[in-house]
């Protein structure tokens, strides 16, 4: 859906009843602006769908070279490590062309993902990568005249590039491995099932048990928030239902599984083994060592960011999914 030229900043300015002024700042974040009113400009300027890059389209008369990395950055998060793999990833091949990098962060909020996207518009960059935050979002409508890759997740009904990780094929590995050990009471712990990485990796944890002729049950699954915390009443409750085997989806929740299994001083692999998901330094040196799936974070973003020159170069070539491996990697856990 393609912005109305007709409507000017005025017209959005009298909508939400402020002045102009207050419009240019909220586009341009130029000065403070409190958030009620903020909500306002952009309430006024998605009820006229008048979009930023109507004007900024008569300006681009020349290429900026910077393109914006748009992801969920966490403060409290170890996944921060796989997002900034993968923006050292992107800025890799951006630098070696000439092409500048912008970072910025989504808090995995619709709201607040929404005013970045505008944000960024507005500062005319010429393509951005995102991780989006859900696949319930019509994106469309947020994004300017410029090209746009999901990268790692994608929404429903995509309509550009795309650069993820085979998750699906990946987890039904792990938990293959898992019962080729001998087990059949694997317990699954995720995040809620609204993003495509999560809804893979459920997926692929089915199709090992459907595969295998064990029946799934559902009080061996746990999803829920994504937190160390969470990870670690997941694991006290799954272990009344005796499970054998845990398979864990996220990696901050795999903390908090692991950190709930040494507090209780249960044996790993002994009375329960573990896989979860990335491959990060504290895996190593958890006791035993933890058996992970290792993503290609840096390749995703390498990947990204050549897809996205190659879409600069050629707006009209017909669109790509790339999926990129992820690796099991065995340890003493499983």
């Not at 403060?75 to 990833?89: D, K, L, Q, R």
């Not at 005319?124 to 999901?150: K, N, Q």
């Not at 929404?155 to 019962?179: H, Q």
Request: glycine share 4%.
């Amino acid at each position: 859906m393609s912005g109305n030229k007709n409507i000017s900043i005025k017209d959005v300015a009298k909508k939400a009843n402020v002045s102009t002024a207050t419009v240019s700042h909220v586009i341009n974040g130029t000065r403070f602006v409190s958030e009620e009113t903020k909500r306002k400009v952009h309430q006024a300027m998605d009820d006229l769908n008048f979009r930023i890059n109507a004007v900024a389209r008569s300006l681009r008369s020349r290429k900026s070279h910077v393109i914006a990395f748009l992801a969920p950055i966490l403060a409290s998060e170890t996944s921060n490590y796989f997002f900034m793999s993968v923006a050292a990833g992107i800025q890799s091949v951006l630098k070696a062309n000439q092409y500048h990098l912008v970072l910025s962060d989504s808090h995995e909020e619709e709201s607040f993902e929404a005013d970045e996207i505008r944000m960024l518009g507005s500062q005319m960059i010429d393509g951005l990568i995102m991780a989006p935050s859900s696949m319930e979002v019509d994106y469309e409508r947020l994004f300017g005249d410029y090209p746009v890759i999901y990268l790692d997740r994608v929404p429903n009904n995509c309509k550009r590039d795309s650069v993820v990780v085979d998750n699906k094929m990946v987890s039904l590995e792990a938990v293959k491995t898992l019962i080729g050990k001998g087990h059949t009471r694997i317990a699954y712990i995720s995040g809620p099932n609204t993003l495509t990485t999560t809804k893979e990796r459920y997926e692929g944890y089915l199709e090992a048990l459907s595969e295998a002729g064990i029946e799934k049950d559902q009080a061996l699954v746990c999803m829920g928030e994504v937190s160390l915390n969470s990870g670690y009443k997941m694991a006290e409750t799954l272990m009344k239902q005796g499970p054998t085997a845990i398979f864990v989806a996220d990696n901050v929740m795999a903390m908090g599984v692991m950190s709930y299994l040494q507090e209780k001083k249960i044996a790993v692999p002994d009375q329960i083994a573990v896989v979860a998901y990335d491959e990060f330094q504290w895996t190593r040196i958890t006791s035993p060592p933890l058996s992970v799936i290792e993503q290609p974070s840096f390749e995703l973003g390498v990947k990204a960011a050549k897809v996205m020159l190659e879409r600069i170069d050629n707006e009209d070539a017909p669109l790509q999914e790339h999926r990129l491996t992820a690796h099991l990697i065995v340890r003493q856990s499983s």
